[in-house]
């Protein structure tokens, strides 16, 4: 059994966690990424002052066209499920998405967490996770 791959990273945004929130849930969809398909929310609800959100998104591959060949027609398009929850109390947004087709060739889970540190400065830690098979 092979162990799993990981990478982490840190970024500070010198912006307020509520700036950094609001531009992540304006990334999809929006008029200048051509590449996103559709967006579809599924699930919201609150609880204990959380906002938990369940969406699908679907793309275009962004496969190279000399490696398209290897792709089957029914995966031209990549489906995306990403699930969210945004805790304005305690200044926390942790997005994770995974890819639900395309696992042929690898399961990516990604995990963003948003922190507010200071007034006008949200740290996000990024890690993506590639489990074995």
Known sequence: MTSPKYFINWTTFKKSWEDVTVAHWLKYPNPFSNHVLSEDVVERRIEDGKLYT???????????????????????????KETSVIDPVNQECTITTENLNCRFISLVIETLRYKGVKLCETVMERELVFPPE
Request: hydrophobic share 50%; proline share 7%; aromatic share 12%.
């Open 54 to 80: 369940v969406r699908f998104i679907v793309k275009k591959q962004r496969i190279p066209a000399s490696l398209m060949w290897m792709v089957p027609a029914k995966h031209k398009a990549c489906y995306v």
